[in-house]
């Protein structure tokens, strides 16, 4: 492994309630670390992240907002989320983390004294409890999956400057294989259908071409080899079924066009002081409309 992304801790933590450090800062020379705490890698504004350029791609006044933290409120559904993932790729800091409330109702007495005694942990109600450990035993029996989150390097941060642009990029894969010829990143995505149809779909919605693109391009970058994306969709009820995907090439030519796309946007954006809505001209547009239904 080159110097570049040479392991190194944080010399000092972060303290509470202070401005947190940049990812430029933090990294200087190097480009990769497994020792982002989650809070700092999010909190970043001097790099761009997936999710930034699809606000971008949806449109530049969208991405100003996101940088701004509006409509930044984790739901329910979200902390779920970050749950399993904690569950399936960082099982320890899950049984530190974590704690199980003995009841659901969050109205009731006994819950509201669990959560006092508990006010430095995160609470799983019984319900949420018995989604993820459903989810964990799912995965577990999926001979592949549970190999790769087994084996692989989980969480690692990632940065590189793109070379057309000079905009400072960041990733941070859910799970890195690198002892293939080919290496693997996997990418964990709770859903409500996992089915090979369903999630095609999931993906052309969510721009997940998008994000296997800038990934694997930040992995070459950073690591100077190839890499497979390969994605982990999980239902998240019962009976919480589970697959393995990999992406294909088509897909992952037209997440590089949308890479590019966006990142050309946002360098337009940067250079003009610009950052404009839908119509800044105040067009009139037709709806682009093809029918799904069949009369």
């Not at 909190?43 to 971008?56: H, M």
Request: proline share 5%; aromatic share 10%; charged share 25%.
């Amino acid at each position: 492994m080159s110097a570049a992304v040479a392991i190194a801790a944080v010399s000092e933590p972060v303290v509470a309630d202070a401005p947190l450090p940049s990812l430029l800062d933090i990294f200087g020379q190097l480009h990769c670390r497994p020792d982002i705490p989650n809070e700092v890698y999010h909190a970043d504004r001097s790099c761009v992240s997936v999710s930034g350029l699809k606000e971008i791609l949806r449109s530049p006044a969208h991405f100003q907002a996101y940088l701004q933290g509006a409509n930044r409120k984790e739901t329910s559904a979200m902390f779920l989320g970050t749950a399993v993932h904690t569950r399936l790729l960082e099982p320890h800091l899950y049984a530190s983390e974590y704690v199980v409330a003995p009841i659901s109702d969050k109205r009731l007495k006994a819950y509201k004294e669990f959560e006092i005694a508990n006010a430095n942990k995160k609470i799983l109600t019984p319900d949420q409890m018995a989604v993820i450990e459903g989810i964990a035993q799912s995965v577990s029996q999926h001979t592949s999956a549970d190999t790769l989150l087994r084996a692989g390097l989980v969480e690692h941060s990632i940065i590189w400057q793109d070379e057309e642009t000079g905009i400072w990029l960041k990733i941070r894969p859910d799970c890195l294989c690198v002892d293939f010829d080919t290496g693997i990143c996997l990418d964990v995505k709770k859903t409500t259908d996992a089915s090979k149809q369903a999630f095609k779909w999931a993906c052309d919605r969510y721009l997940y071409d998008l994000q296997a693109a800038v990934y694997l391009e930040g992995l070459r970058q950073v690591f100077k080899r190839d890499f497979d994306f390969v994605f982990l969709p999980i239902e998240e009820e019962a009976p919480y079924g589970c697959a393995l995907y990999g992406a294909p090439d088509d897909m992952l030519q037209d997440g590089k066009r949308l890479f590019r796309k966006a990142m050309r946007g946002l360098k337009q954006c940067r250079d003009s002081g610009l950052w404009p809505s839908y119509q800044p001209d105040g067009d009139y547009e037709l709806l682009d409309w093809r029918p799904r239904r069949n009369y």
